[in-house]
């Protein structure tokens, strides 16, 4: 049993970081490893999983999402902005050289991320 909740720890502790640098980086995904993480320290430790549920980045990034299963129009113009900005900057150098099939690919991720937070997450007011 002490093997299986090292290995959710282990595990919950990677997607934590992951998450995180997620937020600076948008081809990592942070809320699905945030849900990964909060799932892993729940079955590692209950402990953990409170703690984690009660930080800053828990709340400010995924309770929303969990609880109202939205976004607030704050946070998603936040997101697409970040995404926006970053990857279009990945697309700039790349173009810049003429590789042209990662700006392609790029591309087709980034009209993915509009796609899924304007269509595919709700948004909710702050007042919900």
Do not use: N
Not at 8 to 36: H, K
Not at 60 to 85: A, C, N, W
């Amino acid at each position: 049993m002490a093997i299986k909740r090292m290995i959710f720890l282990i595990l919950g502790c990677v997607c934590l970081g992951l998450g995180t640098v997620g937020i600076f980086i948008p081809i990592l995904p942070t809320v699905p490893f945030y849900l990964a993480t909060a799932f892993c320290f729940s079955q590692s430790s209950q402990k953990l999983h409170d703690w984690f549920l009660s930080t800053e980045l828990y709340k400010k990034h995924l309770q929303s999402y969990v609880e109202k299963k939205g976004m607030l129009m704050k946070t998603k113009v936040s997101i697409i902005t970040t995404v926006t900005l970053l990857m279009g900057f990945g697309f700039f150098m790349m173009a810049r050289k003429g590789i042209w099939i990662p700006c392609i690919i790029l591309a087709v991720v980034w009209i993915c991320h509009v796609i899924y937070f304007v269509f595919g997450v709700k948004t909710i007011k702050s007042e919900e």
